[in-house]
């Protein structure tokens, strides 16, 4: 058994690295988060997404889809990036490869996270939903900050600053990555699952279900942004969510731009000062020492 996994591994390893339409002129890959498929998902893996506009949906094969900065210009640091979309699709440009290729272009290594939807409108009207937000997208969060750990050397990335950011439902993937960090398994037969699925730091925009954000001491640090038009639960919920951290003893700065609402991401039209978000989270991650000196 375990020297079928290990070939499997091995052949993964060898073929894992498929460019993708989008990131092809960046040099960007897609890499699966599973060598086999993910737990679950494995029958349908092969299952082609479904692409409208900028949005992704019918996901059951999670990747990541990497942005590695110029040798000269990396930090060491690594962020995780997850679009939001209701849990519905993926928001893949504005709030997923856009981020990525500012944050390459400003020297920390990237990986767009595409995670399975628990409403994902790619499935027939009354059809169950085969996910979970607690157990599939949280496990391809876990998964990913894994992987990016088990090949922190090959990208030049410090392994104890990897973090995860999240935009609206991603927003949620994130904090309950954060929430719930797994230690690694030094016995595990996959040399990845022996790696700490804890993110070093968080970054929460404009996060869905607030009132679930519950911080504990010793949680990662967080970067919060929303924008004062978005609606109540996130605009003032995302305040609260700010004390939380607070109260529990958790390093946290919290951006809330009056001219913006819900979904700003990043984009050329964007106005500052919310345009400047990532920004801000540049100078956040270098006040707290995520960064190399360069």
């Not at 920390?108 to 979970?132: C, E, H, S, W």
């Not at 919060?224 to 700065?253: H, M, N, T, W």
């Amino acid at each position: 058994m375990h020297l079928t996994r290990s070939l499997l591994t091995c052949v993964y390893w060898s073929l894992a690295l498929v460019p993708v339409a989008h990131a092809a002129s960046s040099g960007a890959v897609s890499l699966p988060l599973w060598p086999t498929g993910a737990p679950g998902s494995e029958a349908r893996r092969t299952e082609p997404e479904k692409i409208v506009g900028t949005n992704v949906s019918n996901i059951h094969q999670p990747t990541l889809t990497v942005y590695l900065p110029k040798k000269e210009t990396a930090t060491g640091c690594a962020i995780i990036v997850a679009p939001g979309g209701g849990h519905a699709r993926l928001a893949i440009e504005h709030e997923g490869y856009n981020v990525a290729e500012w944050l390459a272009g400003h020297g920390i290594a990237a990986f767009v996270l595409k995670y399975r939807l628990a409403k994902d409108d790619a499935n027939p009207a009354g059809q169950a939903q085969p996910y979970t937000i607690d157990r599939d997208a949280l496990a391809d969060g876990q998964r990913a900050v894994r992987l990016i750990r088990s090949r922190a050397a090959e990208w030049s990335i410090n392994p104890a600053a990897v973090g995860i950011i999240g935009f609206s439902a991603g927003g949620e993937v994130a904090a309950l990555t954060a929430m719930r960090p797994e230690a690694g398994k030094p016995d595990a037969a996959d040399p990845i699952d022996r790696q700490s699925a804890r993110p070093d730091f968080q970054g929460l925009i404009y996060p869905g279900r607030s009132g679930q954000i519950m911080p504990e001491k010793g949680a990662p640090p967080a970067f919060l942004a929303c924008g004062y038009g978005d609606r109540q639960d996130i605009s003032e919920g995302l305040a609260e969510v700010y004390l939380r951290f607070k109260r529990a003893g958790v390093p946290a700065e919290l951006h809330i731009f009056a001219g913006a609402g819900h979904g700003f991401g990043l984009r050329a039209a964007n106005k500052s000062p919310a345009g400047a978000w990532p920004d801000r989270l540049r100078e956040w991650l270098d006040d707290r020492k995520f960064l190399s000196a360069k």
